[in-house]
């Protein structure tokens, strides 16, 4: 009898879940099937899922080879996701480490005052960066955008959480063969620590590409706008063509989708180590 109710329960949970995750697919389901439509029929009522004419060749043309220069914004884009991702990678994997590994006096404070900060809204510092950047004569530049990203709170505790199951014993063997901090971090701490590192990488990634708030702020040559910013001058443009801003997006969504399909074994698992560890 406990048996048939567990899986009754489960037969239902599951069931709960799977209609939630079509609620949540159809905007995008929306989108990619607006994408191969005429304009005419992409507000068409009832919903034709499956479009009966597709123009899906004419939409792409318009997007990559029109008014709006998208490819430059897709190399702006990768260059600066790129860049602020191997940057974050490299910090937040030090400062875990220095947290973890490295005994001095104050350590547990440093880490206490790391954490306080993240209970600061960004948008609550957004007028003294913005001081800052210009003060560095780093305005409209994508360096500024790379600076105030590189540096993260959350990264460094996820990695902390998960260096902490590092057994010190490793580190002491290395001591005691003549390594230094650096020859331990790269060498012992760097290869056992891969998967919390491709989760960090491929969430840093996501959350930069999809940045909108710092380009905003940060930007404003058009020639330096990144996907987010310049999806906007589609908008602009092409504000009675649903058919074309749709393709955008999806177009825009493209590398999102193939790293997180070709990765996301290691984000769950990064996630769940990084989690329950410490």
């Known amino acids: ?3 048939i109710r567990k899986n009754m329960s489960r037969v239902i949970t599951t069931s709960i879940m799977g209609a ?26 009832p919903i034709q899922w499956i479009p009966e004419k597709i123009n899906v060749a004419y939409n792409f043309k318009m997007v990559w080879m029109g008014r ?17 991702t191997l940057i974050t990678l490299i910090i937040s994997s030090m ?15 440093v880490f206490l005052a790391l954490l306080s900060f993240m209970i600061i809204p960004d948008q609550a510092t957004l007028i003294p960066r913005f001081l800052l950047i210009r003060w560095f004569g780093l305005y409209d530049t994508h360096a500024a955008i790379i600076l105030m990203s590189m540096f ?74 990144t996907i987010p910013l310049g999806m906007t001058l589609f908008r602009d443009d092409y504000s009675n063509n649903y058919a074309i801003m749709m393709t955008a997006a999806v ?28």
């Not at 939630?20 to 009522?45: G, N």
């Not at 709006?68 to 602020?84: D, E, G, Q």
């Not at 057994?167 to 012992?188: M, P, T, V």
């Not at 999102?256 to 410490?278: P, T």
């Open 1 to 3: 009898m406990q048996l």
């Open 20 to 45: 939630l995750s079509i609620v949540f697919l159809i905007p995008l389901i929306w989108m990619i099937s607006a994408a191969f439509k005429y304009e005419k029929d992409v507000m068409r009522f």
């Open 68 to 84: 709006v220069p998208f490819s430059h914004f897709y190399l702006n884009s990768f260059k600066v996701a790129i860049i602020t």
């Open 95 to 109: 400062s875990a480490y220095a947290l973890t590994k490295i005994k001095f006096k104050g350590r547990n404070m």
């Open 152 to 225: 993260s709170i959350y990264f460094t505790f996820l990695l902390r959480q998960f260096m902490m199951g590092v057994s010190d014993e490793y580190i002491e063997a290395a001591r005691i063969d003549g390594a230094g901090h650096l020859r331990i971090f790269w060498s012992i701490i760097i290869p056992l620590c891969k998967p919390v590192l491709a989760t960090v990488a491929i969430i840093k990634f996501i959350w930069t590409w999809n940045d909108y708030q710092n380009p905003l702020i940060f930007l404003l040559n058009k020639n330096l706008y």
């Open 251 to 278: 177009s825009a969504i493209i590398p999102l989708v193939i790293v997180f399909i070709a990765l996301q074994k290691q984000v769950i698992n990064g996630i769940s180590l990084g989690g329950v560890k410490g």
